[in-house]
């Protein structure tokens, strides 16, 4: 996912974004989807959604995803929400990670909001096995 080229990290970040949906999956969230917004916005290259049921479980899958992303190298660059853990947004530069409650979601449905983005086919099943 991190791979190193003349001395610079290179990385793979719909390689990243799938690992990130990946964990969220194992951790049992709900409508998990990766968006491919590299054609909509300049922000990003992949938001990450998806939903959980309470503030524990929306906790416990950030620290996932940043505990997995850290051994990779790569630093959370904004957190946002962890606290209240409604809407937690995890800024990773080039991904970007929404983990919703399911209210908030509903509320503010970036699934609608960035519906011209392209959703990427992922299969945790499949991904499992390849790694």
Request: hydrophobic residues 40%; proline residues 2%; glycine residues 8%.
């Amino acid at each position: 996912m991190v791979k190193t080229l003349g001395g610079k990290n290179i990385i793979d970040t719909k390689k990243i974004a799938i690992e990130c949906a990946k964990i969220a999956d194992d951790m049992k969230a709900e409508d998990i989807c990766i968006l491919d917004v590299r054609g909509v916005t300049f922000i990003a290259e992949y938001f990450v959604i998806c939903s959980g049921f309470n503030e524990k479980q929306l906790q416990s899958i950030t620290n996932a995803i940043e505990t997995k992303l850290r051994s990779y190298g790569l630093k959370c660059k904004g957190l946002e929400g962890y606290t209240g853990a409604r809407w937690i947004l995890m800024d990773y530069g080039n991904i970007i990670v929404h983990l919703f409650d399911r209210e908030m979601r509903r509320f503010y449905d970036l699934d609608l909001l960035w519906g011209d983005a392209p959703r990427l086919e992922w299969n945790p099943s499949v991904i499992s096995k390849h790694q």
